[in-house]
């Protein structure tokens, strides 16, 4: 059994790792405040993984007001879960939020005097700390397969979001959708990461070409079970790619006007749309 | 899995942590072909050719295998210690027994950072030091070797996978036709698409994978490396002897005595044997026999058929119909003639009869030996992947703060260039563009991103004082025992056919 490892990067980042668990780490301030906030992250983090594993089974299940978790990071969760299973009335389970909920949970030992400014990348779910004054610009990459910045999304302290999330079909995890990516920002990483599979689950169209597979003939313990997931998208003529992208950008709106997120950006072979509220920091 | 570069990505270190509590018990039943990974405290059950939650490790044919670790080769005879943290005590390496490959080194590209591994060995009393990366190449491509004559498609035309295109036809060289895929022009010049169906193709090839290409007007056909290619569907099995003029040449007096006319049908130069200069030399007469297609010189002839995958690389079925008739004036009935293809697989036997029209009869022994001597004479017929790529731009900086001296030390033959181990042929001229037979390398050496570039091991060797002299980050180099005990790695024989890459070069002594 390997436990948790961590590496310095070149560049002053920090690398924490633990069975699927792959961190990033930034942080920036006083010397010895952000050494001591790694500290205590490093201290926190070998005991997120074996705290999930305990309640997997209940993790891989549908969320529903009958759900009963005891950690912290599972309940951050189901909580950035239950409003998809419990408003819209959609199949999901706590799992979908777990990058994200594990980013949140480690980013609080960051909020503390003498640390400016502080993110956690864990596999594109991003929790983020910001004092009065900083701001994070995220690049944005429309297009991985011709990856250039597409713009930068500037999250400055006054903002209310703290956490960043991305899902796609070709990603780690499994999507029912379409979309390339779907980036989401949101008041936290959980929620965030939630939102992200969700809408990309919503891009999404009929056409002949795109090929789906019952989830669990890829992975062995998958949450989705027999579901379809999507495994191979053709290029499609634009007309459906419009036609995704609107499925898609329709459920957003509806997450917005609830409040659960606060800006999307979707895409879909090399065409996107962006969602945000008035109070959001612009695209710059 | 697509994305490697940053699963291990700068090779740096990894720091023990203390030991943790297993909060899941291990299942009490688990399906046979399942294993239990026990790296971490998920606990994945993972069917075979599956990976588990983290995409580090999978089943490989019933076997817990870590799929990204960097992999150190070991001469034979060589005991070392298993992996992870074990404690390390270097008593054994001065002879340095262990390479460390690029394979799962990942790289720091697109920076001017120290490569992942420098590492330092001993050979022979002599201090080497290697430095260990992985290229992310978009200037690359393979160069595709197939044993066949049969015909797969005009020079220049497009060959085709998953319906974009990847490449094309280039020389037919002796016994072989070659094909270029890959390469900058599909990976980056084309579509979207057409860049990552290239980037699978070529991830595949290099894998040594089958691959299924299509020819524009041409042939459809199965590649692998090292395996006999398989064009339209049918198993190559025969690399020709020759072309049919050369089979003439080096049968001609085993044929001699038994039969009065040999055609050895070849698409390219079909050879007649009486008029050939080897039936001169033998003083056999003409046998009046009128062969289709252009003269070239006596007893040789370009295009006795259109191309195909009949006789000889050409389109018959049957092999009269390049004969246009008989010089009544020179024929005589119970003349004994032989058709033969390049490899031997067809062959017929005729006599002339009355009216000098050719008659099929049963092969006498004596000339059915000498077919199958030609048979015996091919050699299997094969697919063989040469890759080729340019080291440039950062790679290099990631060897020394001046890239250059890396160039130069490489064309004095003062730096080895290896790819997973394996001897890479590095063409003169400017750069440091190598070639490099892939069934040389390691398993799975190659990886992609999604740029999309291929991603492959590269491994310059030189000794030490080499190093330091052009400018090499020698402030960051380690020894083989601490990549041995703190990196993730895998441990693999050493293929015995390479040559040791620290064996010093020509003038490195």
Known sequence: MNGPVRAPLPDGRWHFQHGPIDLVIGAEGDASAVAAALEDCWAAFGAVLPALVAELPQLRSPCTPALRLRGPVAQTMARACAPFAEEFG???????????????????????????????????????????????DIGVVADIDAPRLDGALRIAARDPVRGVATSGWRGRSFSFGIADAVTVLAADAAAADAAATIVANHVNVDAPGIERAPADRLRDDTDLGSRLVTVRVPTLAPE???????????????????????????????RSRMLDTQDMAALT | MTER??????????????PVVVAAKPPEKMAANKVLCDACPVLCQISEGRLGACDRWGNVGGKLTRMDPVVLMKRPGVEVIASGHAQWNGEWLNDAPVFVSGVGSGTTYPDYKPAPFIVASRHRGVDMVTVVTEGIFSYCSF????????????????????????????????????????????LTGGSKREGRVTCDLMQKLGNREAVELEIEGGA???????????????????????CGS???????KQWFGHVDEVVVVDDHITGVLTEHQAGKCLDMPA??????????????YFQVANPGTGWGGTDITDPLSIVEGWDPQVARPGLRLLMVSTTGEHAEYFVLDEKLQPQ??????????????IGENCEPALTTVLFVAGAGGSLRAGVTENPVRLTRSIKELLTRVTCGGAPAYVWPGGGITVMVDVTRMPERSFGTVPTPAIVAPIEFTMRRDVYAALGGHVDRIQSVEQVLAQANHRLIDWLPDNPWPLAPLENGE
């Open chain 2, 143 to 186: 160069k595709v070797k197939i044993d066949t004559d049969r015909y797969l498609g005009a020079e220049q035309s497009t060959v085709r996978y998953e319906g974009e295109a990847v490449g094309h036809v280039t020389t037919i060289e002796y016994g072989s036709q070659f094909l270029s895929l890959g390469g900058v022009h599909h």
């Open chain 2, 287 to 300: 046998s009046g026999i009128r062969i289709r297609g252009r003269k070239s010189t006596p007893g040789r």
């Open chain 2, 220 to 242: 459809r056909l199965v590649v692998q490396a090292g395996r006999a290619p398989i064009v339209d569907g049918v198993p190559e099995s025969r690399m020709r002897v020759g």
């Open chain 2, 360 to 373: 099929r009869a049963p092969m006498p022994e004596a000339v059915r030996k000498v077919v199958d001597r």
């Open chain 2, 246 to 252: 050369a089979t003439i040449g080096i049968f001609a």
């Open chain 1, 240 to 270: 459906l790619v419009h036609a995704a992208l609107e499925r898609g950008a329709a459920f957003a709106r509806r997450c917005l006007e609830r409040g659960l997120i606060h800006a999307a950006l979707l895409t879909l072979q090399g």
């Open chain 2, 5 to 18: 570069v940053g699963s291990n990505a700068v090779g740096e270190r990894f720091e023990a942590a203390e």
């Open chain 1, 90 to 136: 959609l199949f999901i389970t706590p799992m979908a939020a777990v990058a994200g909920a594990v980013a949140d949970h480690l980013i609080r030992c960051f909020r503390r005097p003498g640390v400016a400014r502080a993110y956690i990348n864990n596999g594109g779910d991003i929790a983020l700390a910001l004092t009065d004054g900083q701001a994070f």
